[in-house]
């Protein structure tokens, strides 16, 4: 820097972080493991995410705090950068800095059990409320081939959908990760009919994200090629089990055999140091022995059972096997049940419109749609769609910028939630519940956007 | 965690209405039946204050003949505020000499007299009272605590209702509440309105209401900066430091110039507030739940459990010392129990005496189901729901117009009374001196009165059971009746277990255990999908299952 301009920028006033991602992991012998991912946004907010799963909106001043403290910064050092860049006494930057690094670590080591908002008294926005300029989870298309044929898929592409080479996939990990995106699925199709699907997944977590997979687990029954994912740094699985019954599964996936294939997989994956877990779709054709679907899920020694309803998109919009919202609540009791019974956790998933199937009320969380918002797909050839079920694309991610992406007339429909229906608009549930899933309301006659 | 609380407390920049306590002289005693103020926030960065406060005069008190309200700053002008009472313009207003800022109206020939009820009506204009928002660079924030009493002359509870009408242009999904959650939003000549409603509110405690809105509906220049800090010349001048300034060293005016043009540099220092996503208050638990959740002592909570399973006519009290009740057997069809009554029917041994092992194990459940229920939901808020309702099941029964309806009132919000702390001494104030039905299904739990107790002095009546056979139930002096109940459902909580101290003991060794460490991973992210949570105030993103 030319001597003037670096007396010059001794005049300057400071300003804000810049934007990007900040990573921090716990080492190899820590007790307790977790990752922290804080992104900055352009006007010096941030999101802090623990193990991008629990998500923290701080102000400027608690940002640039946690950009210190994930930059391991001892109290001293980050009181003197603090008390530099903000006026500010060093008692109280002091005060401020341990109590914010005592937050931060009681939550991250709080684990799931321990929710901020409930025992933390953490201040709370409204759910589904932040405003953000990139997701929190990214889901990576890679392929849409699959091994299996499921009548009720939802993707809504050919199969042999052009591919990106594992360079561009690389490109694509690279930008997620400039955007402050801390957390990738790999999914399709079947992410693991790419031959470089460990090379990705390694090359994710070496750039500091957390990784996933979503797989038909058919390929997850060979021991060695699970070892190379994990090795790879893969940090979570689900596996998709469509019943207990080898002939629905097999039915249901339109593949004879996938069923022995997949709880193989299932079984290799539990014996594994991996979180995993299964998901199910709820349909006229696997829902009368649910029961004994979960069952079978707890004596494979899953811990977690996921389902959702179909998802009105690609093949399923035909198929005819879907539940209405409206007849989803006793269903949802029994699986409540069936799952409390066999200790498993439950994950509901799909966003209902409230007054049709109360989530909350329900004890199964906050469901909301939150494509374009929370999270995005990118497809096999690079476009980015609002979720992995949502067929519009919204710009390539290589080659679009992504404000113009982001600001899609699609996606800020989608997140001001214009799809909601008349009725909507004067529920006191609007919030929480945003209308539904806008996919199944545009089957069920609801509004189509006209974009 | 006190720490934090203030931290907290402070994140969102104050930008307080402040206001002082209202009213003098000494005889003056009163009920504030009503604090409605409406707030209009303006383009040109006004806000119009307008109160309506409904004051009661007490029998035998002194007139009300002036009223002191406060405002939040001195930027209003004598001349913008109207004031009336009954529609009649009332003008002899002047600065208040005992709040300030604020205004002392004269009521005059309208002054409320003892006994009386009226409603004065007041306008004001206040400039400088939105603020930028700590949180966010685009938006405004506004503060409020509406005018509030001395606690010597008010009494009793108000009806507090805050509204925010916000400028016009804002949309209903942009305004941002504060810590307080609205009670209603809705629109009002074009402008979304914020409401907030507080049934049980003290005349004499302030409260504080906050929202913020997108400042770009604002004129320019009119959102005010918290000051960095207060320059008083004067002071300064007197001071030595001026001299100094004056004919101090041109090293010492670089050095402070240097120092000064650093400080200029820097960003202004907000707290450091963190935010989750979460619901707000958890509805939908029962009585017994929320009592859980308000940590009665257990033994309340099991009287709670107790007298829910007798009025329901599932089990009857046999004998009080020891503590023997029966239950009906096969239960009845149709009867809806929750799960922690079919645990305490469980533990209702051979002899009718309640086992305590099957009782602690039910509390254990009770307790783990109600943290569960309430993942992701605020504590703090949902307390606060659940002790409203309290006060306003005592409401109803206050309202209840005729002994039957007293009787009936109090038998279906039992439970929900007794949430209340002060549950002995507000039965026995709302008893003392009105004749209550007593309702059937307490003698339930006094089938053996004959024997323990004094025979209460009925006035038949007959009335249909709620199996629709008709039983005489009596009509007792409410005095009595409270003295029944009370005594009847303290004896009940002090023998529901034989020592309730090692009983709690042995509960919270199971539900507040030592802390440990939660499970561990050798691999990372263990549970790092944002999907993976099914806590209900996490925004769970939409999953990719579904295949």
């Known amino acids: ?451 | 965690m006190c720490k934090r609380s203030a931290l907290i407390g402070t994140t969102i920049l104050i930008v307080l209405a402040l206001v002082a306590p209202a009213v003098q002289a000494q005889d003056y005693r009163f009920n504030l039946k009503e604090n409605r103020v409406h707030l209009y926030i303006n383009h040109d960065g006004t806000v119009r204050i307008v109160y309506d406060l409904t004051f009661a005069c007490d029998p035998g008190a002194h007139p009300i003949d002036v009223v002191d309200v406060g405002l939040p700053n001195n930027t209003y002008r004598l001349g913008e505020i109207r004031a009336s009472i009954a529609g009649v313009p009332l003008t002899d207003l002047s600065d208040s000499p005992y709040v300030k800022p604020g205004v002392a109206v004269e009521l005059g020939s309208h002054a409320i007299g003892p006994g009386q009820t009226d409603t004065l009506h007041i306008e004001a204009i206040v400039r400088d009272l939105i603020y930028q928002d700590s949180q966010d660079a685009e938006y405004a924030s506004l503060e409020f605590a509406p005018t509030w009493f001395d606690s010597d002359f008010v009494h009793g509870p108000t009806r507090l209702e805050v509204n925010f009408h916000f400028p016009p242009g804002v949309t209903a999904e942009e305004p941002r509440y504060h810590k307080q959650e609205f009670t209603a939003a809705g629109f009002e000549d074009d402008r979304v309105v914020y409401t907030w409603i507080k049934e049980d509110a003290s005349g004499s405690q302030k409260y504080v209401y906050g929202a913020s809105f997108p400042k770009k509906y604002l004129a320019e220049g009119v959102v005010q900066k918290v000051p960095a800090f207060n320059l008083n010349l004067e002071a300064l001048c007197s001071s030595p430091l001026c001299w100094f300034l004056l004919f101090g060293g041109g090293w010492a005016f670089l050095a402070i110039m240097g120092s000064w043009s650093q400080k200029r540099r820097k960003m202004q220092y907000l707290p450091p507030s963190l935010a989750v996503e979460g619901t707000g208050v958890k509805r939908g638990l029962t009585a017994v739940e929320a009592a859980v959740l308000l940590e009665a002592p257990l033994n309340k909570v099991l009287t709670m459990i107790l007298f829910g399973l007798v009025k329901k006519g599932i089990i009857t009290v046999e004998s009080e010392k020891p503590l023997r009740v029966r239950a009906v057997d096969p239960l009845p069809q149709g009867i809806r129990l929750w799960p922690y009554e079919h645990r305490f029917l469980q533990a209702i041994g051979d002899n009718g005496e309640l086992v305590e092992g099957k009782l602690r194990e039910m509390a254990v459940d009770l307790i783990g189901d109600v943290n569960k229920k309430l993942t992701g939901f605020n504590r703090k808020e949902t307390r606060e729901y659940y002790k409203d309702i309290a006060a306003r099941a005592w409401q109803q029964v206050e309202a209840a117009g005729t002994p039957e309806l007293l009787g009936q009132r109090w038998g279906e919000g039992l439970e929900w009374t007794m949430l209340d702390e002060d549950w002995e001494g507000h039965t026995r104030r709302v008893f003392h001196d009105r004749p209550v039905v007593v309702p059937s299904w307490w003698w339930g739990y006094r089938p053996w009165a004959d024997q323990v107790g004094p025979a209460p002095a009925p006035a038949p009546r007959p009335t249909p059971s709620g199996a629709g056979v008709p039983v005489t139930l009596p009509t007792l002096p409410g005095a009595n009746f409270a003295n029944t109940v009370v005594s009847g459902i303290e004896r009940a909580a002090n023998r529901v277990v034989s020592n309730i101290e090692s009983f709690t003991d042995r509960v919270t060794q199971t539900t507040n255990p030592p802390p440990k460490p939660s499970s561990s991973s050798s691999r990372s992210g263990g549970y790092s999908c944002a999907c993976a949570c099914a806590c209900a105030g996490c925004a769970c993103a939409c999953a990719g299952g579904g295949r």
């Open chain 1, 1 to 451: 820097m030319p001597f003037l301009d670096r007396v010059k920028s001794w005049f300057e006033p400071h300003r804000p972080l810049a934007p990007g991602i900040y990573h921090y992991q716990t080492p190899p012998d820590a007790p307790q493991q977790f990752r922290l991912h804080l992104r900055v946004e352009k006007d010096g907010r941030g999101v802090l995410l623990i193990n991008a799963a629990r998500v923290l909106h701080l102000n400027q001043t608690a940002t640039e705090h946690a950009a210190l403290i994930l930059q391991g910064k001892r109290t001293d050092e980050a009181v003197h950068e603090i008390a530099r860049r903000y006026n500010v006494s060093r008692a109280t930057a002091q005060a401020d800095f341990e109590s914010l690094r005592e937050t931060i670590w009681q939550i991250a080591q709080a684990g799931e059990e321990v929710c901020p908002v409930t025992y933390l008294e953490i201040e709370r926005i409204e759910p589904l409320s932040a405003e953000l300029s990139a997701p929190y989870r990214m889901d990576l298309a890679l392929t849409y081939r699959c091994q299996n044929d499921c009548p009720h898929c939802y993707v809504g592409r050919p199969r042999d959908f052009p591919e990106l080479s594992t360079g561009q996939w690389k490109q694509v990990i690279d930008r997620c990760w400039e955007l402050g995106i801390p957390h990738l699925t790999f999914t399709g199709g079947e992410a693991t009919l790419r031959p470089d699907l460990v090379e990705l997944v390694r090359y994710a977590e070496d750039v500091g994200l957390v990784t996933g997979l979503q797989t038909n687990g058919r390929r997850l029954r060979d021991r060695a090629y699970l070892d190379e994912l994990l090795l790879a740094g893969l940090d979570h699985i689900q596996i998709t089990l469509e019943s207990h019954d080898e002939a629905v599964h097999d039915r249901m996936v339109g593949v004879p055999g996938a069923w022995r294939e997949t709880v193989e997989g299932i079984k290799t994956v539990v014996n594994a140091d991996v979180y995993m877990m299964t998901n199910t779709t709820l349909t006229t054709a696997n829902v009368d022995g649910i029961e004994e679907t979960i069952a079978f899920v707890a004596s494979l020694g899953v811990p977690t059972f996921g389902c959702n309803s179909l998802i009105y998109s690609g093949a399923a919009v035909a198929v005819g096997t879907g539940i209405r919202e409206s007849e989803l609540a006793p269903i949802l009791e029994r699986v409540k049940e069936a799952t409390a019974r066999h200790h498993l956790r439950l994950i509901w998933y799909t966003p209902t419109q409230y007054c049709e199937l109360d989530p909350v009320g329900m004890e199964l969380g906050v469901k909301g749609c939150t494509a374009a918002h929370y999270n995005m797909c990118v497809e096999p050839n690079g476009d980015v769609i609002p979720c992995q079920s949502y067929y519009v694309a919204l710009g390539n991610i290589l080659t679009d910028p992504w404000e113009a992406i982001w600001e899609h007339e699609l996606a800020r429909y989608l997140r001001r939630r214009d799809f909601m229906m008349e009725k909507c608009y004067h529920c006191p549930d609007q919030i929480l519940c945003g209308g539904g899933c806008p996919l199944y309301n545009q089957h069920h006659g609801g509004p189509t956007p006209t974009i």
